[in-house]
């Protein structure tokens, strides 16, 4: 029964900032290991940011640090990814995905290591 129910994204300019929300129910994100990945057209799906079932450690892919912040708002089941400075290549679809437990740091950022997904939600970014 646990459904990941995402928002945010659409059409923006380059350099701008916005943020994608992953909503939980149906299990506690304490205790869960979370992350997103995104998709771009022709390409594989790719690890973008994970942070750990503790919350007490975030990595990022080399193409979004220092850009891309995940965080966890416990209170409100909630996942987000705050995405600044924004480029043309950001532009994908980007998913929030869950798994109950903790993950090594190399299973969070393989994607079949999550058993549950968001519909994923699109992000175009025009120069």
């Known amino acids: 029964q646990v459904q990941l129910v995402q928002s945010g994204g659409g059409l923006m300019q380059a350099g701008v900032s916005t943020s994608l929300s992953c909503a939980v129910s149906?299990?506690?994100?304490?205790?869960?290991?979370m992350a997103w990945f995104r998709q771009a057209p022709g390409r594989e799906r790719e690890f973008v940011a994970s942070?750990?079932?503790?919350?007490?450690?975030?990595y990022y892919a080399d193409s979004v640090k220092g850009r891309f912040t995940i965080r966890r708002a416990n209170a409100e089941n909630t996942l987000y990814l705050e995405m600044n400075s924004l480029q043309p290549e950001d532009t994908a679809v980007y998913f929030c995905?869950?798994?109950?437990?903790?993950?090594?740091?190399?299973?969070?950022?393989?994607?079949?290591?999550?058993?549950?997904w968001g519909q994923g939600t699109q992000v175009t970014v025009s120069s």
């Open positions: 149906g299990r506690s994100i304490s205790g869960t290991a």
């Open positions: 942070t750990s079932w503790t919350g007490n450690l975030r």
């Open positions: 995905a869950a798994q109950p437990g903790r993950l090594t740091t190399e299973q969070a950022r393989a994607a079949d290591e999550y058993n549950y």
